[in-house]
T-cell receptor
Framework: QQQVKQSPQSLIVQKGGISIINCAYENTAFDYFPWYQQFPGKGPALLIAIRPDVSEKKEGRFTISFNKSAKQFSLHIMDSQPGDSATYFC??????????FGTGTRLQVFP | EAGVTQSPTHLIKTRGQQATLRCSPISGHTSVYWYQQALGLGLQFLLWYDEGEERNRGNFPPRFSGRQFPNYSSELNVNALELEDSALYLCASMWVAYNEQFFGPGTRLTVL
């Protein structure tokens, strides 16, 4: 019940395309859903986050869509760029407790 | 504003030794979290400290321990190192009012 399932494991997108990464959870007590971006050799960087009281949040080219009834949330990267090539992790937590991470998606954006 | 800092960057130990990893949170953050990122296993929660107290612990053996100091910096100790402890150890800090965890660059621990 504590798991967060993430798909796909890897994603290849053309420059300018839309990258979509999906996550699903079981624990309805989760109330915070962040996305992190990690480059090789670096720590994860907080990209964007959402709480269950909203269905969508947009920051620049990054959008989180949240479906509370389906217990799913997704990250959309519009106009994907080669510099977006990284590993993306979804996560979930309850209050200020630990983050439960998905298994990660390796995104490659080709020019 | 300085981010989360961790030291050392790299640490090489042999099996059976002890390792000590350090973390300095962002100024004003009182909570520190430790995660292990082993190859192929994703990010696994280790420990959470807040206001000097251990608040939660992940599914790791007791040889993984730590503490938080009065200045909110933290230390992770791993005793009796095993080969499978080789991983990137990440520290994150948070100001509880915002519930956002910010990660440091990690310490790469290699156990030979």
């Amino acid at each position: 019940q504590q798991q967060v399932k993430q798909s796909p494991q890897s994603l290849i997108v053309q420059k300018g395309g839309i990258s979509i990464i999906n996550c699903a959870y079981e624990n309805t007590a989760f109330d915070y859903f962040p996305w992190y971006q990690q480059f090789p050799g670096k720590g994860p960087a907080l990209l964007i986050a959402i709480r269950p009281d909203v269905s969508e949040k947009k920051e620049g080219r990054f959008t989180i869509s949240f479906n509370k009834s389906a217990k799913q949330f997704s990250l959309h990267i519009m106009d994907s760029q080669p510099g977006d090539s990284a590993t993306y992790f979804c996560a979930a937590s309850t209050g200020t407790d630990k983050l439960i991470f998905g298994t990660g998606t390796r995104l490659q954006v080709f020019p | 504003e300085a981010g989360v800092t961790q030291s050392p960057t790299h640490l090489i130990k042999t099996r059976g030794q002890q390792a000590t990893l350090r973390c300095s949170p962002i100024s004003g953050h009182t909570s520190v979290y430790w995660y292990q990122q082993a190859l192929g296993l994703g990010l696994q929660f280790l420990l959470w400290y807040d206001e000097g107290e251990e608040r939660n612990r992940g599914n790791f053996p007791p040889r993984f321990s730590g503490r938080q100091f009065p200045n909110y910096s933290s230390e992770l100790n791993v005793n009796a190192l095993e080969l499978e402890d080789s991983a990137l150890y990440l520290c994150a800090s948070m100001w509880v009012a915002y519930n956002e965890q910010f990660f440091g660059p990690g310490t790469r621990l290699t156990v030979l």
